[in-house]
């Protein structure tokens, strides 16, 4: 008689990256498939979005909403503001996701989840541990002036990316058999490519176009004086890999203090941090990757 393998428990840790966080959706299914069971969760900016949308049950939903939005769609989806210290409010995107989720505080949650957030007032890191789920995953994705930050009890929270982008230390108390992390500034690989059906990339294509033109539109907010020569880069290519450098410096000198047992790395230019629209094609790079990692490591 064949004896199952017992599971190994392990502590998740989903790093910050914007868009390329899908791909953190690719790495649970495999690690679901591989018989791996998440009994904890530590996450910055998406990977706090995505472990807490898997902790409460409700990743497939997200999933299939996800890849089901066209340009119509998004565009109704986008509050822009040019008061709050952001770009886009955020209110509408979380509206849905609330009604997919519902009103639930962490504590009641079936694992442990740390939402990891940055307060610019007195610069230092906020774990969220209690308290309403999605408010502190609203917190933690405040990408700086992209997302309107939030106020609360005297702090300004930013995404939890610009102090810590790969947050392992929650995670460091945690009685697992291993802790696994997902970092979403992985060196470069120029050869990493998914077959993405027709449908989905036609979707991709009209979703691209209308986030080109949003970007146009706000890049006239910020228009060169007449005459003056384009520059080769977008306000939007700027400040990602203004936010990918950043990160980057900080994820080093964070893992020089605290080491996961497995490191799952996503490469960086799987996708700049805006490119939401590439929804499909991340989430089954991210799949790829992690079944390439996690077998190398057997």
Not at 141 to 163: C, K, Q, Y
Not at 226 to 242: D, F, I, K, P
Request: proline share 3%.
């Amino acid at each position: 008689m064949k004896i199952e393998a017992k599971k190994k428990k392990i502590s998740l840790v989903l790093g910050s990256g914007g868009a390329r966080g899908y791909a953190h959706i690719g790495v649970i299914e495999v690690l679901e498939s591989q018989g791996y069971e998440i009994v904890s969760i530590a996450g910055s900016s998406m990977g706090a979005l995505i472990g807490g949308l898997y902790a409460c049950g409700k990743l497939e939903a997200y999933k299939a909403w996800v890849l089901g939005l066209d340009a119509m769609d998004v565009a109704s989806l986008l509050d822009f503001s040019m008061q709050h210290g952001g770009l886009i409010e955020g209110g509408k995107v979380f509206s849905v996701i609330r009604e997919m989720v519902g009103d639930i505080n962490i504590e009641e949650l079936p694992l442990s989840f740390t939402a990891v957030a940055t307060d610019i007032v007195k610069q230092k890191e906020i774990w969220f541990q209690k308290g309403d789920l999605l408010d502190a995953i609203r917190a933690s994705i405040a990408i700086p002036s992209v997302f309107t930050p939030v106020h609360r009890e005297g702090m300004v929270l930013v995404d939890g990316g610009v102090l810590n982008p790969l947050p392992i230390a929650p995670t460091l108390a945690d009685i697992t058999d291993m802790t696994i992390a997902v970092n979403l500034n992985g060196e470069s690989s120029a050869n990493l490519k998914v077959s993405v059906p027709k449908e989905e990339a036609k979707k991709a294509q009209s979703l691209s176009d209308l986030f080109v033109e949003m970007a146009q539109k706000a890049q006239t907010l910020f228009s060169q004086p007449e005459g003056e020569e384009s520059r080769e880069m977008s306000m939007l290519e700027v400040m990602g890999h203004t936010i990918d450098v950043m990160q980057n410096a900080v994820f080093k000198c964070k893992m020089a203090g605290y080491a996961p047992d497995i490191m799952i790395d996503i490469p960086y230019d799987v996708c700049d941090f805006y490119e939401f629209h590439r929804a499909y094609e991340v989430i089954e790079i991210g799949k790829m990757i992690a079944e390439q990692q996690l077998n190398n490591k057997e």
